[in-house]
């Protein structure tokens, strides 16, 4: 059975709908799914999963979450290599700079980058199903 992680942080609580979503569609493809936010994951814990999905809201000048998020996110990226990881995060403004950025930085690491999805503010039905699919493209 694949074991998949979906770490996040939330603010307004649109990014963790999506979270929810993430690991309903994990979850209906058989995986075993941990849903935890980035306060309690570490680094020591990326062994124990197959597949990864982290998300944050873009936060200030379309940055990644200062305090919590990017300090956990810096912990974990270097030991992601082979792992399906997947990326997601909602929006209230701007075009998606923070993803593309952090994107990017992916694509100079050895993680198996599967997908990122981004809504703008709470998920519609499409974003809902987009996070679904990202979910079942980690198992």
């Known amino acids: 059975m694949s074991k998949v992680a ?7 609580g ?7 979503a993430v690991a309903d569609g994990a979850a209906e493809k058989g995986a075993q799914v941990t849903l935890c936010t980035s306060e309690t994951f570490k680094s020591s814990m990326i062994a124990e999963f197959d597949g990864l999905a982290f998300g944050c809201p873009s936060m200030g000048d379309e940055v990644l979450e200062e305090s919590e998020f990017q300090p956990m996110w810096d912990d974990c990226k270097n030991s992601l290599g082979g792992k399906k990881v997947g990326l997601f ?3 209230g403004w701007g075009d998606g700079l923070w ?13 198996n980058l599967i997908d990122d999805v981004i809504c703008n503010e709470y998920p519609n039905d499409e ?11 980690l198992v």
């Open 14 to 20: 649109n990014t963790e709908a999506m979270a929810k």
């Open 127 to 137: 974003g809902f199903e987009n996070c679904k699919s990202l979910g079942a493209a």
């Open 99 to 111: 993803m593309r950025n952090w994107v990017d930085e992916c694509g100079g690491l050895t993680m």
């Open 6 to 12: 979906v770490v996040y942080w939330s603010g307004t």
């Open 89 to 91: 995060g909602s929006y």
